[in-house]
């Protein structure tokens, strides 16, 4: 008898942690990383010769790869979004160009300008986001932030391109869309069900584990999607028909200027620039991988690649579309190219940048910052009033 009420009771309390762990889910915040999480990468000296050894990759509590933000103080905050270019991928944290642009925000004459004790930058870019996937993002993460992000500074597009590359560049066709999950590491739209790997319990338990994580791997894989395009059995050289995901790009980016318009201040597009040269010497298109039908990062063989040039016309598509959007909008729009050296100094491959190219685009950045930015009469939230605003409790 004893046994079948311990059965009883323990499956009574296992419904009610399932119901309370799915209760604790819905009520979480949108946060695209980790956060609080400190995770470090020691990567293969052979692999990448020409990037740090050690990478940081810091995390605060609003899931932004960067610090904490100072609290109670006029602080400047402004926030850097899109896919891995923003990330700062295999950037050590504090030479990635979103913590050096924070670096030039603090300095004493900057802060002056823009009437604020201090300056943040926080970074939600991440690794395959594309443009429709940065709307949900923004969408979902703009509204959390109270009082309103003072800029939000956007750059996408390379992976409107290399994920419809991925499925063999269809005509009339994008890439599927990026699911909440592939977008956010903690959010509320999970469906459970009853099936063990399903539960809520286990949801939270899988995060706990990842979120404790603070090492990963030697990032290995670049050799072999490296070689794989070396040894491509096919490199296509025409460009394909790409109307139908430039058209979505077009329609995301309008959206993503509509969004960032309704939760912050101010809005600056980053044109993301890309390794561009009439011709390639063999070391450096030894050094792509990037182009293929199929995921080099995840599979083991890929034998079809586009060419480096083919990439380039597409991504100059993409970046006049850019240029097109923004000046319709009346949104300032920022051509990172002519401060970068078209080289393997500052590239790693052919959309990735090394740290030697963070101070350049910081630099870059500056000026439209200081014109976008500085405070004046007509601004609602000026030096005056930003300290007041600060006080008011977040919602939630």
């Not at 990567?43 to 010769?49: A, E």
């Not at 990032?219 to 394909?240: D, G, L």
């Not at 182009?291 to 040039?309: E, H, L, P, W």
């Not at 909008?329 to 100094?345: F, G, K, N, Q």
Request: with cysteine; glycine share 6%; net charge positive.
């Amino acid at each position: 008898m004893m046994g079948v009420l311990s059965v009883i009771l323990l499956g009574a309390v296992t419904v009610v942690a399932e119901y309370l762990a799915r209760w604790k889910v819905r009520r979480s915040r949108y946060l695209v990383w980790f956060p609080n999480r400190q995770q470090t990468i020691q990567l293969d000296p052979h692999v990448h010769p020409t990037l740090q050894r050690t990478v940081r990759f810091f995390t605060n509590e609003d899931g932004e790869r960067g610090g904490a933000v100072k609290q109670g103080t006029a602080v400047f905050r402004c926030l850097v979004a899109g896919g891995s270019v923003v990330e700062s991928y295999l950037i050590d944290q504090p030479s990635s160009w979103p913590q050096v642009l924070e670096d030039h925000l603090r300095h004493p004459t900057v802060l002056a300008a823009l009437g604020a004790s201090d300056a943040h930058v926080g970074n939600v870019g991440k690794s395959g986001v594309d443009s429709r996937a940065l709307k949900l993002i923004l969408e979902k993460v703009l509204p959390q932030y109270y009082p309103p992000l003072d800029l939000v500074i956007t750059m996408v597009g390379a992976s409107d391109i290399l994920r419809w590359l991925e499925i063999g560049a269809p005509a009339g066709e994008c890439a599927r869309p990026l699911s909440a999950s592939e977008c956010f590491c903690r959010h509320p739209d999970v469906d459970f069900s009853w099936d063990p790997r399903r539960t809520a319990l286990s949801h939270l338990a899988r995060n706990l584990r990842q979120q404790r994580r603070s090492s990963a791997g030697t990032a290995s894989w670049f050799r072999r999607a490296r070689q794989m395009r070396a040894n491509a059995s096919t490199i296509i050289r025409n460009v394909p028909d790409a109307t139908a995901v430039c058209a979505a790009y077009a329609a995301h980016l309008e959206g993503i200027v509509s969004v960032v318009r309704a939760h912050a201040r101010h809005l600056i597009v980053a044109r993301q620039p890309w390794f561009a040269k009439e011709v390639y010497s063999p070391q450096e298109e030894a050094a792509f991988w990037q182009g293929g039908i199929g995921k080099a990062y995840r599979q083991d063989k890929v034998s079809t690649y586009y060419s480096a040039q083919v990439l380039s016309e597409l991504m100059q598509k993409i970046d006049d579309i850019t240029v097109g959007v923004a000046n319709r909008a009346s949104i300032p729009h920022v051509d990172l190219r002519p401060a970068l050296e078209m080289s393997l100094e500052s590239f790693y491959d052919q959309f990735h940048m090394r740290a030697t190219a963070s101070e350049p685009i910081a630099r870059c950045l500056m000026p439209v910052i200081l014109e976008v930015c500085r405070p004046t009469a007509q601004d609602p939230l000026s030096a005056g009033t930003r300290d007041e605003a600060q006080e008011i409790p977040r919602p939630g």
